[in-house]
C-alpha cells in the first residue's frame, strides 16, 4: 500500500481506521499482497529505518496484518474469485471472495469519528436458524437484516457464514 518513494499511509491517513481498511482492502483483495516495511510499525517517515527501532512483533497492527493473512490462508483466498457488490453509500465497498467458503469483505474510507456504519448490499442473506454471520477479524457476531450489514464502528469486516453450533462452542 505504500513504498519507498511516496509517502507512506500512515503519513497520508493519519487515522489508523482508514490504514486498516487500506490494509484489509490490500490484504483481502484478489492478487498478491505488498505491504512495504515499517506500515506494521506504522512509520510515517518515507525511508525510516526499520532495525533501529526493532522489530516488534506484538503490536496491535502488526497482529491486525498477521490475522488478515491467517484468513487468506484458511479460507483459501489466494486464487479465490473476486465479486463486487453494489452498496449503497459511496463511502464503502463490499466484495466477497469465493474461496473454501464465502467471505464477504466491507472496508470504507471514514475516519475513528464514524460510530456505526450500515453496509447495505441486496444480496447479503439474514443470519438464520442454522447460521450466524461472523466478522472473521474481530469475532463477533455480525448483525444483518434486511440485505444491510450494521457494523459497530468503522474499522474493515471480513464476514463469514458459521454454522450456529460452532458459533455457541
Known amino acids: 500500500i505504500d513504498n519507498h518513494d511516496v ?6 491517513c493519519k487515522d489508523l481506521t482508514r490504514v486498516y481498511n487500506a490494509l484489509a482492502f490490500t490484504m483481502l483483495s484478489r492478487g498478491v499482497p505488498i505491504v512495504y516495511y515499517g506500515t506494521e510499525e506504522l512509520f510515517t517517515e518515507v525511508r525510516e529505518s526499520l532495525w ?3 522489530y516488534n512483533t506484538t503490536t496491535e497492527p502488526y497482529n491486525f496484518i498477521r490475522s488478515l493473512n491467517m484468513l487468506r490462508k484458511e479460507m483459501g483466498l489466494e486464487l479465490a474469485e473476486t465479486e463486487v457488490v453494489q452498496t449503497t453509500e459511496d463511502t464503502s465497498l463490499a466484495f466477497i471472495r469465493k474461496g473454501d467458503s ?3 469483505v466491507f472496508v470504507n474510507n471514514l475516519d475513528d469519528t464514524a460510530t456505526s456504519v450500515d453496509y447495505c448490499a441486496a444480496t447479503l442473506p439474514a443470519a438464520s ?7 472473521a477479524i474481530s469475532g463477533q457476531t455480525a448483525v444483518v437484516d434486511d440485505g444491510c450489514f450494521h457494523a459497530t464502528d ?3 469486516k471480513a464476514l463469514v457464514r458459521v454454522a450456529k453450533e460452532q458459533v455457541e462452542k
Not at 436458524?129 to 466478522?135: M, S, T
Open 52 to 54: 533501529v527501532r526493532g
Open 7 to 12: 509517502p507512506r499511509v500512515t503519513h497520508e
Open 102 to 104: 464465502d467471505v464477504w
Open 154 to 156: 468503522a474499522y474493515p
Open 129 to 135: 436458524e442454522d447460521f450466524e454471520w461472523i466478522d
